[in-house]
């Protein structure tokens, strides 16, 4: 049994809490905001603690009119956020899982070819290959489409070094009697790297979820139409900085409302982190 | 599962409604930057002009900052995809000009889609900004704003000073600045946009020449003249002050505008746009003419605009610029430029909606409004003060922007930052013109 | 790095790579090969009028003396964004992993801000926390704090450093975490039998068994911190005070996309390319040697 000392563990939740403070401050003041009046907002310090409008504020945002965002119904929104966000998660999971797959249980001409080819994508963000990349779109008639909002997306390597880096810890034991056992590729797949995979696919699921919904320059860039557009742009359309009145409370409201659905995944998908029995014990 | 299904679905439909309505009318696209209450302002106009003919459908699409709209804009005319009109900001106006084959100029669109236009009806100052030398008119200007100044009136009185009486020049700006300091204020002076206000504003407003060629107006590859003796004292002094901790420096945009919102700093120059937020944070504040200096000849002359204008693509057919130009027409109508005035915070483009708003008494209830107004219209402008023309403006301005920080760090005297800032920005220049002359 | 036991089978590796290979080359080989053409070429913006300069525009970059600079701006940058994000997201999994009580708090807490897109992030952070107009800029002035980013490079680097590793430790944390949480029990228990101490097990158990996924974060947080990094350069310092955190993917993104000048930007991107290629090259060369794979 692993010992366990009060005062480790006193230490850990010290560090735990400082962490929170530190890594969740602009989010709870971002809250604290969006229970403000503007006039609070725009005199700074503005106070470290909530304020009386929470009901106000929210019930404003939420039922009071929706001409801020450009006519569009908050729903469908939700639903363009929600489509890319899942799109690219689950795309983006089951393609570079078979790359990886393949890179990692075959051998085969070319490998470390298609290798590189795959892991040079690391790098070179959207914005700086812009415009020939809108040409593309363009030329495949991708703009104001939902496969021009995610597939482009699905084309980063990180996934896949992530489950080439978990493959490759799986003993080979495992595959020698997977294939002493008679089962194929697919079967050695299905029945144990996918359950294997478990807590690698839900970490990825959350951070992906989250990288879909939180685009903004790529859906701005090959959306046209109001009716594509996701909260995030909503969102950056309620900001403005020079010579214009920003709401600013119904900003910090709006952001703590687009924060919801993404949260909710990391807090639903949290139970396939923690430790089950069969795993411990795997 | 299943709702999320149906939500795909009606998501499909509405976007197949919209595009089968969109067929009975010739489809206008205008990409635009604009934010908060303006964005509003952008769509409810669009629906407006909808409204009031069936021809023609101005369909507005945000996307996103100035420079991202521009660079979408680039994208699209690259792939032949371009809207028909974008808004590209003040420091854009340079890059458009030196695209002459990308753009249809607004006169022009005016005159083939057969509506009245007479320049004479809009503000010099601005629409001047926008036209080539020669008064061909570029680019119709949709929101304008110039710099003021603004005070903190509390902190006028404990430091004595008469906030009926305004300092006018730079020397009692910064006299005031001074004893506001002395009398325990934490921050004297500020200013928003250093470039923009402290040498491009501050060049036309003391009617001295910002660069050669009128500006670039009159040619693609002018020399700044930013090391001027007048620009280098001002600088000079602003150093001191920095020093002394009476200015204290906010920044390359808008920052600044917090130091005076915060009460930290009690003076603030800033753009006309900024009142909105000054009034919102119920602050006691008032507003003066930006500051000149008495010793420049013919100063104060008139200030320039910033803000964004609204550019036509070329290369559609002809029955849609008829349709763009009769919605600039739309747009130059009075009751709706009074409106767009009086609601955005943005000056009035024609002398019909400023008229009318003083009608309206707008300017008594609304203190603070027409200043901006009245240095743009107080002289018609000379070479000095029509306006800024570089290729490459944004790059300019990171380039002193750069020079100006290093100097208020104290790391180099005026004299030098601005000479260093000139060399730089020339190099620049005739590097960018380059991609453009051949 | 390959295993020993493989599948043996001729078709299936190239039909399972096809999709990703697919995507690939249209979005990013076919921009990147453009961007290398462009790089060629001096053009101006809308493409009306381009020539052929051979590698002139290369020339003036790397003759630049501000180029040399932002090179060592983005050492000592993402040196210290990989290092503070992947040191502070262990430390924290650590002891998620660690405690009994709150697991599920601490867990959710750490992860969400994560989840405020960047484009807002920047927003926010200018709003509230800049060093000209944040709450806490005028607390730490107001308690005497000479704090001015604005004008005090070192203070800039600082700041920015601090924003862009905050950005980075949710996601740091949630695979440090999901790769502390696969480790079998039974193993650290074993240990703690034969007598190791928390500190021992540590090093000698549990790090070795967590390489696979620190060299992945190594990798990544060095791209990060190279490549994903320049909104929050943009929202919170614009490069300044005087080029002081100017990376250089900031420069790429201000001189192409702001700029507007394309052939200075395509040769930097395409230099930038290079350097990270030869980063990850190495990386998955030598680095890679000490991970402890099954």
Same mark, same amino acid.
């Given at each position: 049994?692993?010992?366990?000392?009060?005062?480790?563990?006193?230490?850990?939740?010290f560090?735990?809490i400082a962490?929170i403070?530190?890594?969740?401050?602009?989010i709870?003041y971002?809250f !604290?905001?969006s229970?403000?009046t503007?006039?609070?907002?725009?005199a700074?310090p503005m106070?470290?603690?909530?304020g009386?409008h929470?009901?106000? #504020?929210y019930?404003?945002?939420?039922?009071?009119g929706?001409?801020?965002?450009?006519?569009?119904?908050?729903?469908l929104?939700?639903a363009n956020?929600?489509v890319?966000?899942?799109?690219?998660?689950?795309?983006k999971?089951?393609?570079?899982?078979?790359s990886?797959?393949a890179?990692?249980f075959?051998?085969?001409?070319?490998?470390?070819v298609?290798?590189?080819?795959?892991?040079?994508t690391?790098?070179?963000?959207?914005?700086?290959?812009?415009?020939?990349t809108?040409k593309?779109m363009v030329?495949?008639?991708l703009?104001?489409?939902?496969a021009g =909002?995610?597939?482009?997306l699905?084309?980063?390597?990180?996934a896949?070094?992530? +489950?080439?880096?978990?493959f490759l810890?799986i003993?080979?034991?495992?595959?020698e009697a997977?294939?002493?056992?008679?089962?194929?590729?697919w079967?050695?797949?299905?029945?144990?790297?996918?359950?294997?995979?478990?807590?690698?696919i839900?970490?990825?699921?959350?951070?992906? +979820?989250i990288?879909g919904?939180t685009?903004?320059?790529?859906?701005?860039? !090959?959306? #046209?139409s109001?009716?594509m557009n996701?909260i995030?742009?909503?969102?950056r359309?309620?900001?403005?900085?020079?010579?214009?009145?920003?709401e600013?409370?119904?900003?910090?409201?709006?952001t703590?409302?687009?924060?919801v659905p993404?949260?909710l995944?990391?807090v639903l998908m949290?139970?396939?982190? !923690?430790?089950g =029995?069969v795993?411990?014990?795997? | 599962?299943i709702r999320?299904?149906?939500?795909l679905?009606a998501?499909?439909?509405t976007f197949?409604?919209?595009?089968?309505?969109a067929?009975a009318?010739?489809?206008?696209?205008?990409w635009?930057?604009?934010t908060?209450?303006n /964005?509003?302002t952008?769509?409810?106009?669009?629906?407006?002009?909808n409204e009031s003919q069936?021809?023609?459908?101005?369909?507005?699409v945000f996307k996103?900052t100035y420079p991202?709209?521009?660079?979408a804009g680039?994208?699209?005319f690259r792939?032949?995809q371009?809207?028909?009109?974008?808004?590209?900001?003040d420091?854009g106006?340079?890059?458009m000009?030196?695209?002459?084959?990308?753009?249809?100029?607004?006169?022009?669109?005016?005159?083939?889609?057969?509506?009245?236009?007479?320049?004479?009806? @809009?503000?010099p100052?601005?629409?001047g900004?926008y036209s080539?030398s020669?008064?061909?008119?570029?680019?119709?200007?949709? /929101?304008s704003?110039s710099p003021i100044?603004?005070? /903190?009136v509390?902190a006028?009185?404990?430091a004595g000073?008469?906030?009926?009486?305004?300092?006018?020049t730079?020397h009692?700006?910064f006299?005031?600045?001074r004893?506001?300091k002395?009398?325990?204020?934490?921050?004297?002076?500020?200013t928003?946009?250093?470039?923009?206000?402290g040498?491009?504003?501050f060049?036309?407003w003391?009617?001295v020449?910002?660069?050669?060629?009128?500006?670039?107006?009159?040619?693609?590859?002018p020399?700044?003249k930013?090391?001027?003796p007048i620009?280098?004292?001002?600088?000079d002094r602003?150093?001191?002050?920095?020093?002394?901790?009476?200015?204290?420096?906010?920044?390359r945009?808008?920052?600044?505008?917090?130091k005076?919102l915060?009460?930290?700093c009690?003076i603030?120059t800033?753009?006309?746009?900024?009142?909105g937020?000054m009034i919102?944070?119920?602050?006691?504040f008032?507003t003066?003419?930006?500051p000149?200096?008495?010793?420049a000849?013919?100063?104060?002359?008139?200030?320039?605009?910033?803000g964004a204008?609204?550019?036509?693509?070329a290369?559609?057919?002809a029955?849609? @610029?008829?349709?763009?130009?009769?919605?600039?027409?739309?747009?130059?109508?009075?009751p709706v430029?009074?409106?767009?005035h009086?609601v955005?915070g943005?000056?009035?483009v024609?002398? *019909?909606a400023?008229?009318q708003s003083?009608?309206?008494?707008?300017y008594?209830?609304?203190?603070?409004r027409?200043?901006?107004i009245?240095?743009?219209i107080a002289?018609?402008?000379?070479?000095?003060?029509?306006g800024i023309?570089?290729?490459n403006?944004p790059?300019?301005?990171?380039?002193e922007?750069?020079?100006?920080?290093?100097?208020?760090?104290g790391?180099?005297?005026?004299?030098t *930052?601005?000479?260093?800032a000139?060399?730089?920005?020339?190099a620049a220049?005739?590097?960018?013109?380059?991609?453009?002359?051949? | 790095?390959? %295993?020993r036991?493989?599948?043996?089978?001729?078709?299936?590796?190239?039909?399972l790579?096809a999709?990703?290979?697919?995507?690939?080359?249209?979005?990013f080989?076919?921009?990147?090969f453009q961007a290398?053409?462009?790089?060629?070429y001096?053009?101006?913006?809308?493409?009306?009028?381009?020539a052929?300069?051979?590698?002139?525009?290369?020339?003036?970059?790397l003759?630049?003396?501000?180029y040399?600079?932002?090179?060592?701006?983005?050492v000592v940058f993402?040196l210290?964004v990989?290092v503070a994000?992947?040191?502070?997201?262990?430390?924290?999994?650590?002891?998620?992993?660690?405690v009994?009580?709150?697991?599920?708090v601490?867990?959710?807490?750490?992860?969400?801000?994560?989840?405020?897109?960047?484009?807002v992030?920047?927003?926010l952070?200018?709003?509230?926390?800049?060093p000209?107009?944040?709450?806490?800029?005028?607390?730490?002035?107001?308690? &005497?704090v000479?704090?001015?980013?604005l004008?005090?490079?070192d203070?800039a680097?600082?700041?920015v450093?601090?924003?862009a590793a905050?950005k980075?430790?949710s996601?740091n944390f949630?695979?440090f975490?999901?790769?502390?949480?696969?480790?079998?029990?039974s193993?650290?228990?074993?240990a703690?039998?034969d007598?190791? &101490?928390?500190? %021992?097990r540590?090093?000698?158990?549990?790090?070795p068994?967590?390489?696979?996924?620190?060299?992945?974060l190594l990798v990544?947080?060095?791209?990060?911190?190279f490549?994903?990094?320049f &909104?929050?350069?943009?929202?919170?310092t614009?490069g300044g005070?005087?080029k002081?955190?100017e990376?250089?993917v900031?420069?790429?993104f201000?001189?192409?996309y702001?700029?507007l000048?394309?052939g200075?930007?395509?040769?930097q991107?395409?230099?930038l390319?290079?350097i990270?290629? &030869?980063?990850?090259?190495?990386?998955?060369?030598?680095?890679?040697?000490?991970v402890?794979?099954?």
């Open positions: 049994m692993i010992e366990r000392r009060p005062v480790g563990t006193l230490l850990a939740h560090t735990l962490g403070v530190i890594v969740a401050f602009p709870y971002t !604290v905001a229970t403000r503007i006039a609070e907002i725009l700074p106070p470290l603690w909530p009386p929470f009901l106000e #504020n019930g404003q945002a939420l039922f009071g929706l001409g801020r965002i450009g006519g569009v119904d908050v729903s929104l939700l956020t929600t890319v966000a899942l799109a690219v998660a689950v795309g999971i089951v393609i570079s899982m078979l990886a797959y890179i990692v075959f051998r085969f001409p070319l490998r470390m298609f290798f590189w080819m795959i892991f040079i690391l790098m070179l963000p959207v914005e700086v290959r812009i415009m020939p809108y593309v030329d495949l008639g703009i104001d489409t939902y =909002l995610t597939v482009p699905m084309a980063s390597a990180t896949t070094f992530l +489950f080439r880096q978990f810890t003993p080979d034991e495992l595959v997977a294939r002493i056992d008679g089962a194929g590729p079967r050695f797949f299905k029945d144990i790297l996918l359950p294997l995979s478990k807590t690698n839900a970490a990825l699921f959350v951070i992906l +979820f990288y919904w685009q903004y320059l790529w859906p701005l860039l !090959v959306t #046209n109001n009716d996701t995030i742009i909503a969102l359309k309620m900001i403005s900085f020079a010579d214009a009145e920003t600013w409370h119904m900003v910090m409201v709006t703590i409302l687009a924060l993404p949260v995944v990391v949290q139970r396939w982190f !923690v430790k =029995l795993d411990s014990e795997k | 599962m999320f299904k149906a939500a679905t998501s499909a439909l197949a409604v919209t595009t089968l309505s067929q009318a010739t489809e206008l696209q205008w635009h930057a604009m908060g209450a /964005n509003e952008v769509e409810r106009l669009a629906k407006e002009f069936s021809d023609y459908k101005v369909v507005p996103g991202e709209t521009l660079n680039i994208a699209a792939a032949r371009a809207p028909h009109i974008i808004q590209v900001f420091v106006t340079g890059v000009m030196g695209a002459r084959a990308a753009i249809k100029p607004v006169a022009e669109v005016m005159k083939d889609g057969g509506e009245t236009f007479e320049i004479k009806n @809009y503000l100052g601005i629409v900004y080539t020669k008064g061909e008119l570029l680019s119709f200007p949709f /929101n704003s100044a603004y005070y /903190n509390k006028l009185r404990q000073l008469d906030p009926a009486k305004l300092p006018k730079w009692e700006v006299d005031a600045a004893k506001i002395a009398s325990g204020w934490a921050c004297g002076v500020t928003t946009w250093p470039t923009w206000i040498l491009e504003n060049a036309a003391n009617n020449a910002y660069a050669t060629d009128a500006n670039g107006l009159n040619s693609l590859t020399k700044l930013i090391n001027e620009f280098v004292d001002h600088w602003i150093a001191t002050l920095q020093k002394e901790g009476v200015f204290q420096y906010g920044g945009t808008v920052e600044a505008k917090n005076f915060s009460g930290e009690a603030l800033e753009s006309s746009g900024g009142i937020d919102k944070s119920g602050m006691e008032t003066g003419p930006l000149y200096y008495p010793e000849a013919g100063a104060p002359q008139n200030t320039v605009p910033g204008s609204l550019w036509v693509f290369g559609k057919p029955a849609d @610029y008829k349709g763009v130009a009769k919605f600039f027409t739309f747009l130059s109508q009075t430029q009074a409106r767009l009086q955005s943005y000056l009035p024609t002398f *019909a400023y008229e003083k009608k309206d008494g707008f008594e209830k609304n203190p603070g027409e200043q901006p009245l240095q743009m002289k018609q402008p000379t070479d000095n003060s029509r023309r570089l290729v403006m790059a300019v301005r990171d380039i922007n750069e020079e100006i920080e290093a100097l208020l760090a790391k180099q005297d005026a004299k *930052a601005l000479n260093r000139v060399e730089r920005a020339n220049i005739e590097t960018a013109a380059k991609a453009v002359q051949q | 790095m390959q %295993r036991v493989t599948f043996p089978n001729r078709v299936l590796p190239y039909l790579l999709p990703q290979i697919a995507i690939t080359s249209v979005f080989f076919w921009p990147a290398v053409k462009q790089s060629l001096r053009e101006d913006p809308f493409g009306l009028s381009s052929f300069v051979g590698l002139e525009n290369f020339r003036a970059v003759t630049d003396p501000n040399l600079h932002s090179l060592r701006v983005t993402s210290s990989a994000a992947l040191a502070a997201a262990l430390l924290l999994a650590v002891m998620t992993d660690r009994v009580k709150g697991r599920g601490y867990r959710t807490l750490l992860i969400w801000p994560y989840a405020v897109a960047p484009a992030a920047g927003m952070w200018l709003f509230l926390f800049s000209a107009m944040g709450t806490l800029a005028f607390l730490l002035r107001r308690a &005497g000479a704090w001015d980013p004008l005090d490079g203070q680097m600082l700041l450093v601090v924003a905050w980075q430790v996601y949630i695979f975490l999901a790769g502390l949480q696969a480790i079998p029990r193993l650290i228990e074993a703690a039998i007598g190791a &101490g928390p500190w %021992r540590f090093w000698s158990i549990i790090f068994l967590l390489s696979p996924v620190s060299f992945y990544v947080n060095t791209v990060y911190a490549f994903d990094t &909104g929050i350069i943009h929202a919170v614009g005070p005087a002081a955190t990376t250089l900031y420069k790429v201000n001189d192409g702001v700029n000048d394309l200075s930007s395509s040769a991107s395409v230099i390319m290079a990270v290629i &030869g980063l990850t090259a190495v990386q998955f060369r030598y680095v890679e040697k000490k402890h794979y099954a």
